[in-house]
Protein backbone atom coordinates (compact mmCIF):
# COMPACT_ATOMS: atom_id res chain seq x y z
CA UNK A 1 0.00 0.00 0.00
CA UNK A 2 1.05 3.24 -0.98
CA UNK A 3 1.35 6.45 1.99
CA UNK A 4 -1.12 8.94 1.16
CA UNK A 5 1.07 11.97 2.37
CA UNK A 6 -0.98 13.37 5.39
CA UNK A 7 1.71 16.15 5.44
CA UNK A 8 3.83 17.44 3.44
CA UNK A 9 7.58 15.99 2.71
CA UNK A 10 10.36 18.01 3.92
CA UNK A 11 8.42 21.03 4.69
CA UNK A 12 10.48 23.38 7.21
CA UNK A 13 7.32 23.93 9.02
CA UNK A 14 6.61 20.48 9.33
CA UNK A 15 9.83 19.39 9.96
CA UNK A 16 10.63 22.57 12.78
CA UNK A 17 7.21 21.60 14.98
CA UNK A 18 8.60 17.80 14.62
CA UNK A 19 12.00 19.04 15.80
CA UNK A 20 10.32 21.12 19.02
CA UNK A 21 9.23 17.94 20.55
CA UNK A 22 12.43 17.45 21.13
CA UNK A 23 12.53 20.51 23.04
CA UNK A 24 9.74 19.35 25.06
CA UNK A 25 10.61 15.88 25.85
CA UNK A 26 14.20 16.43 26.43
CA UNK A 27 13.59 18.67 29.35
CA UNK A 28 12.28 15.60 30.89
CA UNK A 29 15.47 13.40 29.72
CA UNK A 30 17.80 16.23 31.12
CA UNK A 31 16.39 17.13 33.93
CA UNK A 32 14.70 14.49 35.75
CA UNK A 33 16.07 11.56 34.35
CA UNK A 34 20.38 12.77 34.15
CA UNK A 35 20.50 15.86 36.62
CA UNK A 36 18.53 17.36 39.29
CA UNK A 37 16.01 14.10 40.40
CA UNK A 38 19.01 11.53 40.38
CA UNK A 39 20.43 13.47 43.10
CA UNK A 40 17.53 14.81 44.77
CA UNK A 41 16.36 11.40 45.47
CA UNK A 42 19.67 9.92 46.79
CA UNK A 43 19.78 12.65 48.88
CA UNK A 44 16.47 12.89 50.34
CA UNK A 45 16.19 9.08 50.59
CA UNK A 46 19.45 9.03 52.49
CA UNK A 47 18.08 11.92 54.87
CA UNK A 48 15.03 9.96 55.30
CA UNK A 49 16.28 6.27 56.38
CA UNK A 50 19.38 7.84 57.50
CA UNK A 51 21.73 5.89 54.91
CA UNK A 52 21.26 4.25 51.49
CA UNK A 53 19.81 1.63 52.74
CA UNK A 54 16.42 1.70 51.79
CA UNK A 55 12.97 -0.31 52.91
CA UNK A 56 11.06 -1.03 49.88
CA UNK A 57 8.12 -3.93 49.41
CA UNK A 58 9.25 -5.97 52.84
CA UNK A 59 12.96 -5.78 51.63
CA UNK A 60 16.13 -3.73 52.71
CA UNK A 61 17.87 -2.23 49.11
CA UNK A 62 20.41 0.42 47.91
CA UNK A 63 18.49 3.27 46.86
CA UNK A 64 20.76 4.01 44.02
CA UNK A 65 19.56 0.52 43.05
CA UNK A 66 16.29 0.52 43.61
CA UNK A 67 16.00 3.17 41.19
CA UNK A 68 18.21 1.47 38.33
CA UNK A 69 15.80 -1.45 39.33
CA UNK A 70 12.67 1.24 38.63
CA UNK A 71 13.45 2.47 35.29
CA UNK A 72 14.27 -1.11 34.44
CA UNK A 73 10.83 -2.17 35.15
CA UNK A 74 9.30 0.59 33.65
CA UNK A 75 11.16 0.25 30.15
CA UNK A 76 10.20 -3.23 30.26
CA UNK A 77 6.21 -1.85 30.23
CA UNK A 78 6.75 -0.22 27.29
CA UNK A 79 8.79 -3.38 25.81
CA UNK A 80 5.37 -4.78 25.97
CA UNK A 81 2.82 -1.91 25.26
CA UNK A 82 4.34 -0.45 22.80
CA UNK A 83 4.73 -3.24 20.06
CA UNK A 84 0.38 -3.65 20.37
CA UNK A 85 -0.42 -0.05 20.55
CA UNK A 86 2.06 1.00 17.52
CA UNK A 87 -0.27 -1.93 15.40
CA UNK A 88 -3.38 -0.12 16.58
CA UNK A 89 -2.14 3.35 15.66
CA UNK A 90 -1.16 2.66 11.82
CA UNK A 91 -4.29 0.48 11.67
CA UNK A 92 -6.26 3.46 13.13
CA UNK A 93 -4.23 6.11 12.08
CA UNK A 94 -3.54 7.52 15.50
CA UNK A 95 -0.04 7.76 16.14
CA UNK A 96 -0.66 11.39 17.25
CA UNK A 97 -3.13 10.38 19.72
CA UNK A 98 -0.95 7.84 21.18
CA UNK A 99 2.08 10.68 21.46
CA UNK A 100 -0.43 12.90 23.22
CA UNK A 101 -1.95 10.48 25.41
CA UNK A 102 1.64 9.03 26.54
CA UNK A 103 3.50 12.69 26.85
CA UNK A 104 1.08 14.30 29.44
CA UNK A 105 1.28 10.78 31.54
CA UNK A 106 4.55 11.56 31.55
CA UNK A 107 4.26 15.12 32.36
CA UNK A 108 1.22 14.57 35.01
CA UNK A 109 4.00 12.10 36.85
CA UNK A 110 6.49 14.96 36.57
CA UNK A 111 4.65 17.35 38.00
CA UNK A 112 3.62 14.44 40.55
CA UNK A 113 7.33 14.36 41.92
CA UNK A 114 6.92 17.97 43.16
CA UNK A 115 5.33 15.83 46.31
CA UNK A 116 8.65 13.46 47.11
CA UNK A 117 10.07 14.59 50.23
CA UNK A 118 12.11 11.14 50.62
CA UNK A 119 10.36 9.35 53.18
CA UNK A 120 7.62 8.25 50.87
CA UNK A 121 9.68 6.43 48.93
CA UNK A 122 6.35 4.79 47.03
CA UNK A 123 5.47 7.94 45.58
CA UNK A 124 9.07 8.58 43.87
CA UNK A 125 8.94 4.41 42.91
CA UNK A 126 5.32 4.85 41.23
CA UNK A 127 5.91 8.42 39.56
CA UNK A 128 9.37 7.89 38.19
CA UNK A 129 8.49 4.98 36.35
CA UNK A 130 5.13 6.24 34.95
CA UNK A 131 7.19 9.33 33.96
CA UNK A 132 9.71 6.77 31.86
CA UNK A 133 6.57 4.44 30.42
CA UNK A 134 5.11 8.36 28.85
CA UNK A 135 8.71 9.37 28.11
CA UNK A 136 9.62 5.97 26.50
CA UNK A 137 6.18 5.56 24.90
CA UNK A 138 5.61 8.82 23.46
CA UNK A 139 9.11 8.44 21.73
CA UNK A 140 7.89 5.33 19.56
CA UNK A 141 5.11 7.61 17.86
CA UNK A 142 7.40 10.71 17.66
CA UNK A 143 10.30 8.54 16.11
CA UNK A 144 7.40 6.98 13.34
CA UNK A 145 7.05 10.40 11.78
CA UNK A 146 10.69 11.17 10.23
CA UNK A 147 9.93 8.96 7.63
CA UNK A 148 7.15 10.74 6.95
CA UNK A 149 8.32 14.35 6.90
CA UNK A 150 11.83 13.80 5.57
CA UNK A 151 12.91 12.29 2.58
CA UNK A 152 15.97 9.61 2.96
CA UNK A 153 18.42 12.25 1.56
CA UNK A 154 17.54 14.38 4.29
CA UNK A 155 16.97 12.31 7.52
CA UNK A 156 20.06 12.41 8.96
CA UNK A 157 20.17 16.17 9.23
CA UNK A 158 16.64 16.35 10.47
CA UNK A 159 17.16 13.74 13.09
CA UNK A 160 20.29 15.45 13.87
CA UNK A 161 18.67 18.82 14.12
CA UNK A 162 16.05 17.32 16.19
CA UNK A 163 18.18 15.87 19.07
CA UNK A 164 20.32 19.16 18.67
CA UNK A 165 17.22 21.40 19.44
CA UNK A 166 16.21 19.01 22.37
CA UNK A 167 19.37 19.63 23.86
CA UNK A 168 19.47 23.77 23.28
CA UNK A 169 15.99 23.81 25.03
CA UNK A 170 16.69 21.52 27.81
CA UNK A 171 19.48 23.03 28.59
CA UNK A 172 17.96 26.28 28.52
CA UNK A 173 15.18 25.04 31.19
CA UNK A 174 17.77 23.37 33.30
CA UNK A 175 19.57 26.81 33.66
CA UNK A 176 16.78 28.65 34.19
CA UNK A 177 16.01 25.95 37.08
CA UNK A 178 19.65 26.33 38.57
CA UNK A 179 19.09 30.17 38.36
CA UNK A 180 15.94 29.74 40.23
CA UNK A 181 17.65 27.05 43.12
CA UNK A 182 20.59 29.77 43.64
CA UNK A 183 18.48 32.72 44.27
CA UNK A 184 15.42 30.35 45.95
CA UNK A 185 14.90 33.37 48.20
CA UNK A 186 13.82 35.27 45.45
CA UNK A 187 10.75 33.22 44.25
CA UNK A 188 9.53 32.83 47.78
CA UNK A 189 10.72 29.47 48.57
CA UNK A 190 12.01 28.55 51.56
CA UNK A 191 14.75 26.39 50.96
CA UNK A 192 16.81 25.33 47.99
CA UNK A 193 15.09 21.87 48.70
CA UNK A 194 11.63 23.37 47.81
CA UNK A 195 13.28 24.83 44.99
CA UNK A 196 14.87 21.63 43.53
CA UNK A 197 11.07 20.43 44.07
CA UNK A 198 9.49 22.75 42.26
CA UNK A 199 11.73 22.36 39.35
CA UNK A 200 10.35 19.13 38.74
CA UNK A 201 6.70 20.77 38.59
CA UNK A 202 8.07 22.80 35.91
CA UNK A 203 9.35 20.34 33.84
CA UNK A 204 6.00 18.48 33.85
CA UNK A 205 4.32 21.92 32.46
CA UNK A 206 6.79 22.74 30.39
CA UNK A 207 6.76 19.59 28.44
CA UNK A 208 2.76 19.68 28.37
CA UNK A 209 3.25 22.87 26.69
CA UNK A 210 5.83 23.03 24.57
CA UNK A 211 4.89 20.22 22.63
CA UNK A 212 1.32 21.72 21.17
CA UNK A 213 3.45 23.31 18.97
CA UNK A 214 4.23 19.48 17.61
CA UNK A 215 0.60 18.24 17.91
CA UNK A 216 -0.60 21.22 15.96
CA UNK A 217 1.24 20.40 12.70
CA UNK A 218 1.85 16.99 12.71
CA UNK A 219 -0.80 14.85 11.08
CA UNK A 220 -1.97 11.10 10.94
CA UNK A 221 -2.01 8.97 7.47
CA UNK A 222 -5.49 8.40 7.00
CA UNK A 223 -6.40 4.81 8.58
CA UNK A 224 -6.19 2.04 6.78
CA UNK A 225 -9.65 0.40 8.68
CA UNK A 226 -12.59 1.44 10.98
CA UNK A 227 -12.48 1.62 14.94
CA UNK A 228 -14.11 -1.04 16.62
CA UNK A 229 -13.51 -4.21 19.23
CA UNK A 230 -11.58 -5.55 16.37
CA UNK A 231 -8.86 -3.27 16.37
CA UNK A 232 -6.52 -5.02 18.64
CA UNK A 233 -6.29 -7.88 16.61
CA UNK A 234 -5.92 -5.63 13.53
CA UNK A 235 -3.37 -4.19 15.32
CA UNK A 236 -1.58 -7.41 16.11
CA UNK A 237 -1.58 -8.42 12.14
CA UNK A 238 -0.40 -5.06 10.92
CA UNK A 239 2.92 -6.06 13.53
CA UNK A 240 3.08 -9.83 12.12
CA UNK A 241 3.37 -8.14 8.99
CA UNK A 242 6.04 -5.66 9.98
CA UNK A 243 8.08 -8.96 11.83
CA UNK A 244 7.86 -11.11 8.68
CA UNK A 245 9.30 -8.32 6.76
CA UNK A 246 12.64 -8.68 8.29
CA UNK A 247 12.65 -11.84 6.44
CA UNK A 248 13.30 -9.84 3.40
CA UNK A 249 15.31 -6.81 4.89
CA UNK A 250 18.08 -8.82 6.79
CA UNK A 251 19.91 -5.65 7.02
CA UNK A 252 17.84 -4.34 9.03
CA UNK A 253 17.53 -7.16 11.63
CA UNK A 254 21.10 -7.04 11.85
CA UNK A 255 21.29 -3.54 12.20
CA UNK A 256 18.95 -3.99 15.19
CA UNK A 257 20.69 -6.71 16.90
CA UNK A 258 23.92 -4.08 16.75
CA UNK A 259 21.90 -1.43 17.92
CA UNK A 260 20.62 -3.51 20.71
CA UNK A 261 23.80 -4.29 22.15
CA UNK A 262 25.80 -0.51 21.86
CA UNK A 263 22.04 0.63 22.99
CA UNK A 264 22.41 -0.90 25.86
CA UNK A 265 25.80 0.84 27.20
CA UNK A 266 24.74 4.30 25.57
CA UNK A 267 21.24 4.31 27.52
CA UNK A 268 22.62 3.23 30.77
CA UNK A 269 25.78 5.41 30.82
CA UNK A 270 23.72 8.25 30.57
CA UNK A 271 21.53 7.35 32.68
CA UNK A 272 23.81 6.60 36.06
CA UNK A 273 26.37 9.51 35.08
CA UNK A 274 25.37 11.68 37.62
CA UNK A 275 25.09 8.97 39.97
CA UNK A 276 28.67 7.63 39.37
CA UNK A 277 30.28 11.03 39.86
CA UNK A 278 28.45 12.08 43.35
CA UNK A 279 28.99 8.38 44.46
CA UNK A 280 32.45 7.16 43.69
CA UNK A 281 34.24 10.71 42.91
CA UNK A 282 32.08 12.79 45.63
CA UNK A 283 31.59 15.68 43.06
CA UNK A 284 29.57 18.50 44.39
CA UNK A 285 25.94 19.05 43.38
CA UNK A 286 26.96 21.82 41.82
CA UNK A 287 29.55 20.70 39.73
CA UNK A 288 28.18 17.93 38.76
CA UNK A 289 24.98 19.86 37.32
CA UNK A 290 27.99 22.82 35.37
CA UNK A 291 29.50 18.81 34.09
CA UNK A 292 25.85 17.66 32.44
CA UNK A 293 25.23 21.93 31.07
CA UNK A 294 28.46 21.15 29.28
CA UNK A 295 27.85 18.02 28.21
CA UNK A 296 24.37 19.02 26.80
CA UNK A 297 26.41 21.76 24.83
CA UNK A 298 29.18 19.33 23.53
CA UNK A 299 26.31 16.80 22.36
CA UNK A 300 24.57 19.29 20.17
CA UNK A 301 27.65 20.06 18.43
CA UNK A 302 28.35 15.85 18.15
CA UNK A 303 25.35 15.83 16.69
CA UNK A 304 25.59 18.32 13.86
CA UNK A 305 29.42 17.04 13.09
CA UNK A 306 28.27 13.24 12.92
CA UNK A 307 25.23 14.33 10.42
CA UNK A 308 28.23 15.78 8.49
CA UNK A 309 30.48 13.11 9.15
CA UNK A 310 27.72 10.33 7.74
CA UNK A 311 27.10 12.42 4.50
CA UNK A 312 30.49 12.20 3.88
CA UNK A 313 31.27 8.61 4.53
CA UNK A 314 28.25 7.09 5.16
CA UNK A 315 25.85 6.22 8.20
CA UNK A 316 27.66 2.71 8.56
CA UNK A 317 31.54 4.95 9.01
CA UNK A 318 29.79 7.63 11.21
CA UNK A 319 28.67 5.16 13.62
CA UNK A 320 31.75 2.64 13.75
CA UNK A 321 33.63 5.71 14.62
CA UNK A 322 31.41 6.92 17.45
CA UNK A 323 31.18 3.27 19.08
CA UNK A 324 35.05 3.07 19.13
CA UNK A 325 35.21 6.08 21.28
CA UNK A 326 32.45 4.80 23.42
CA UNK A 327 34.45 1.75 23.69
CA UNK A 328 37.16 4.14 25.34
CA UNK A 329 35.19 5.90 27.53
CA UNK A 330 34.25 2.88 29.38
CA UNK A 331 37.88 2.02 29.76
CA UNK A 332 38.86 5.44 31.45
CA UNK A 333 35.97 5.49 33.36
CA UNK A 334 37.07 2.77 35.77
CA UNK A 335 40.56 4.50 35.98
CA UNK A 336 39.17 7.98 36.35
CA UNK A 337 40.35 9.06 40.45
CA UNK A 338 39.38 13.01 40.49
CA UNK A 339 36.84 15.53 39.08
CA UNK A 340 39.30 16.67 36.19
CA UNK A 341 39.16 13.16 34.41
CA UNK A 342 35.62 13.19 35.03
CA UNK A 343 35.15 16.54 33.36
CA UNK A 344 37.34 15.07 30.09
CA UNK A 345 35.33 11.66 30.48
CA UNK A 346 32.03 14.11 30.16
CA UNK A 347 33.24 15.73 27.19
CA UNK A 348 33.95 12.52 25.32
CA UNK A 349 30.59 11.25 25.74
CA UNK A 350 28.73 14.41 25.06
CA UNK A 351 30.46 14.20 21.67
CA UNK A 352 29.21 10.63 21.04
CA UNK A 353 25.74 10.94 22.63
CA UNK A 354 24.21 13.36 20.50
CA UNK A 355 25.72 11.59 17.45
CA UNK A 356 24.75 7.98 17.96
CA UNK A 357 21.19 8.44 19.33
CA UNK A 358 20.15 10.42 15.71
CA UNK A 359 22.45 8.08 13.73
CA UNK A 360 20.70 5.49 15.05
CA UNK A 361 17.24 6.66 14.09
CA UNK A 362 17.95 7.66 11.16
CA UNK A 363 19.66 5.23 9.66
CA UNK A 364 16.62 2.82 10.70
CA UNK A 365 14.48 5.21 9.12
CA UNK A 366 16.57 4.82 5.81
CA UNK A 367 15.62 1.16 5.90
CA UNK A 368 12.02 1.28 6.42
CA UNK A 369 10.16 0.28 2.83
CA UNK A 370 9.66 3.63 1.50
CA UNK A 371 6.22 2.50 0.70
CA UNK A 372 4.70 1.24 3.96
CA UNK A 373 2.39 3.08 6.05
CA UNK A 374 3.25 0.93 8.88
CA UNK A 375 5.85 3.37 10.01
CA UNK A 376 4.93 3.20 14.16
CA UNK A 377 5.20 -0.44 13.76
CA UNK A 378 8.40 -1.01 11.99
CA UNK A 379 9.66 2.23 15.21
CA UNK A 380 8.04 -0.03 17.77
CA UNK A 381 10.46 -2.64 17.14
CA UNK A 382 13.24 -0.04 16.83
CA UNK A 383 12.09 1.39 20.45
CA UNK A 384 11.72 -2.05 21.92
CA UNK A 385 15.11 -2.80 21.03
CA UNK A 386 15.80 -0.02 22.82
CA UNK A 387 14.20 -0.36 25.88
CA UNK A 388 15.05 -3.62 26.07
CA UNK A 389 18.42 -2.58 25.89
CA UNK A 390 17.76 0.16 28.78
CA UNK A 391 16.28 -3.31 31.17
CA UNK A 392 19.18 -5.59 30.40
CA UNK A 393 21.94 -2.58 31.09
CA UNK A 394 20.32 -0.98 34.26
CA UNK A 395 19.49 -4.62 35.57
CA UNK A 396 23.51 -5.58 34.77
CA UNK A 397 24.52 -1.92 36.20
CA UNK A 398 22.66 -2.43 39.43
CA UNK A 399 23.52 -6.38 39.80
CA UNK A 400 27.22 -5.97 39.19
CA UNK A 401 27.14 -3.05 41.61
CA UNK A 402 25.44 -4.76 44.05
CA UNK A 403 27.59 -8.17 43.90
CA UNK A 404 31.07 -6.00 43.79
CA UNK A 405 30.02 -2.61 45.78
CA UNK A 406 31.30 -0.39 42.97
CA UNK A 407 29.91 1.75 40.36
CA UNK A 408 33.75 1.11 38.44
CA UNK A 409 33.30 -2.62 37.83
CA UNK A 410 29.33 -1.67 36.14
CA UNK A 411 30.77 0.76 33.79
CA UNK A 412 33.42 -1.31 32.86
CA UNK A 413 30.99 -3.73 31.84
CA UNK A 414 29.24 -1.75 29.53
CA UNK A 415 32.35 -1.78 27.08
CA UNK A 416 31.05 -5.55 26.71
CA UNK A 417 28.35 -4.10 25.21
CA UNK A 418 29.39 -1.60 22.87
CA UNK A 419 32.15 -4.04 21.33
CA UNK A 420 29.58 -6.69 20.57
CA UNK A 421 27.63 -3.42 18.62
CA UNK A 422 30.50 -2.68 17.14
CA UNK A 423 30.62 -6.69 16.01
CA UNK A 424 27.62 -6.91 14.77
CA UNK A 425 27.39 -3.43 12.97
CA UNK A 426 30.43 -4.27 10.73
CA UNK A 427 28.42 -7.64 9.72
CA UNK A 428 25.51 -5.47 8.61
CA UNK A 429 25.38 -5.07 4.72
CA UNK A 430 23.84 -1.77 4.13
CA UNK A 431 22.39 -0.30 1.06
CA UNK A 432 24.17 2.35 -0.98
CA UNK A 433 22.32 5.21 0.21
CA UNK A 434 22.91 4.02 4.11
CA UNK A 435 26.24 3.22 3.77
Known amino acids: MEIIPAMQINSR ?91 YVGATSCIGLY ?79 SAVRFAFFEVGIWWATVSAFAFWFLKDAPAIGKAGLHIVSKGFIELKKVFNSFAHNP ?46 IVAMVGATLFAKVSKKLGNKTSLIIMLIIWVAVCFSAFFVVNEYQFYVLAAMVGLVMGGIQSQSRSTYAKLIPRETTDTASFFSFYDVTEKLAIVFGMFSFGFIEQITGTMRNSTLSMSVFFMLGLFFLLLTPLKKHVE
Open 13 to 103: KVINAWCSYDIANSAYNLIITTVLFPIYYQEATKAAFNGVMVPFLGYSVKNTVLYDYTLAAAYMIIVFLSPILSGIADYSGNKKRFMQFFT
Open 115 to 193: WFTGANIGLAVTLSGMAVIGFAGSLVFYNSFLPLIASPDRQDAVSAKGFAWGYAGSVLLLIFNIFTINTYKWWGFVSET
Open 251 to 296: SMARFLMAFFFYSMGVQTVLLVATLFGSTVLNISTTKLIATIVILQ
